[in-house]
């Protein structure tokens, strides 16, 4: 377990906005997950896993993916009408 | 370096100083792409000759060189509007446009999420990483 890791924790509520922005990016989550399943002692591995997975699974694989997709839609959109708007303007 | 910085500033300002005289400045300055060559090549050129000027024959006025250095920076940000010219960046720019009213509302819901999370970690996680706790897990688990 690195030291760094300490810094991602949830003492109060800045920190643990921050602490779910790092996981939501999926940068090494299994080391954060288990450092909380250390502090439990391994009683509450099942509650440490629903909660960090379900968090990944609604944060990053749902909305951001959601984003990303429409921001390349929107673009093609773009793309297409001023391509169509400049072949308009060559046929004149 | 800085001797090598002149050496390279003399021949680049040779250079533009015989083609303004084959072609005439204002002429070269009206074609495009003598624009963008003008603008990102010639130009920080007889900006550092300035500034080198400025620092061998100013003395110890420090304040001064910093202003100029500043103009400097002021003038190399300027340039950022001849990416205009590119088309992929006015698109994109155009899309980050229309994106602004759509993003805010996901934003929103992205925010109304984390809160609830992190109100969750807060009871449920909170105060659990400290000092002595620390200690532990690194000598039971290094």
């Known amino acids: ?92 | 370096m800085l001797w090598i910085n002149f050496f390279i500033s003399v021949l680049y300002a040779l250079e533009l100083a015989m083609k303004s005289y084959a072609y005439g400045i204002r002429r070269a300055y009206s074609q495009a792409n003598w624009v963008l060559k003008v603008e990102f090549y010639y130009q920080p050129i007889i900006w550092t000759m300035f500034f080198i000027f400025l620092t061998n024959y100013s003395g110890d006025h420090g304040l001064e060189v910093n202003i100029f250095s500043l103009g400097i920076l002021i003038r190399s940000l300027r340039m950022t509007s001849v990416l205009n010219e590119v088309t992929l960046w006015r698109n994109f720019m155009r899309t980050m446009r229309a994106l602004v009213k759509p993003a805010f509302s996901f934003a929103i819901t992205l925010y109304s999420l984390y809160l609830i999370y992190a109100s969750i970690g807060l009871e449920f996680f909170g105060g659990r990483i400290n000092s002595q706790e620390i200690a532990r897990l690194m000598l039971e688990y290094p």
């Open chain 1, 1 to 92: 377990m690195k030291q760094d890791w300490i810094y991602l924790n949830f003492n109060d509520f800045v920190m643990s906005l921050n602490t779910l922005f790092a996981i939501m990016w999926q940068n090494d989550w299994e080391q954060l997950v288990n450092m909380y399943e250390l502090l439990f002692n391994g009683n509450k591995d099942s509650v440490v896993i629903i909660y960090f997975v379900s968090f990944i699974e609604l944060a990053n694989l749902i909305f951001i993916n959601i984003i990303i997709a429409f921001i390349i839609d929107t673009y093609q959109s773009i793309d297409l009408t001023l391509k169509a708007e400049s072949e308009a303007k060559d046929q004149k």
